[in-house]
Nanobody, 114 residues
Framework: VQLQASGGGLVQPGGSLRLSCAAS????????MAWYRQAPGKQRELVAT???????NYADSVKGRFTISRDNAKNTAYLQMNSLKPEDTAVYFC?????????WGQGTLVTVSS
């Protein structure tokens, strides 16, 4: 499975971005998806997850601001990020879990700065 993440960029504090993660396999609908991020000098952290059935979970730091979703017809997961803060600056990675197998996208950089 190949994952292609996109949508990162430079945004001012309080702004919004939507990240996309396109998967190359039709078994996408059976997979659990997640977004992680890694800020400079910090460990990678889990941001949000969405199960194959659509159930979602979020890190406390993004609850109420970020929304994870999926479109199985397009084999794509999304992360809508609103009310962005400078501390959200990081490289964001999408992750696909299918059974015991984990796949990672290449990462997309999000910079929140005025």
């Amino acid at each position: 499975v190949q994952l292609q993440a996109s949508g990162g960029g430079l945004v001012q504090p309080g702004g919004s971005l939507r990240l996309s993660c396109a998967a190359s396999r039709s078994t996408f609908s059976l997979a659990n998806m997640a977004w992680y991020r890694q800020a400079p000098g910090k460990q990678r952290e889990l941001v949000a997850t969405i199960g194959s059935g659509g159930n979602t979970n979020y890190a406390d730091s993004v609850k109420g601001r970020f929304t994870i979703s999926r479109d199985n017809a397009k084999n794509t997961a999304y992360l809508q990020m609103n009310s962005l803060k400078p501390e959200d600056t990081a490289v964001y990675f999408c992750n696909l879990v299918l059974g015991s197998l984990h796949y990672w996208g290449q990462g997309t950089l999000v910079t929140v700065s005025s």
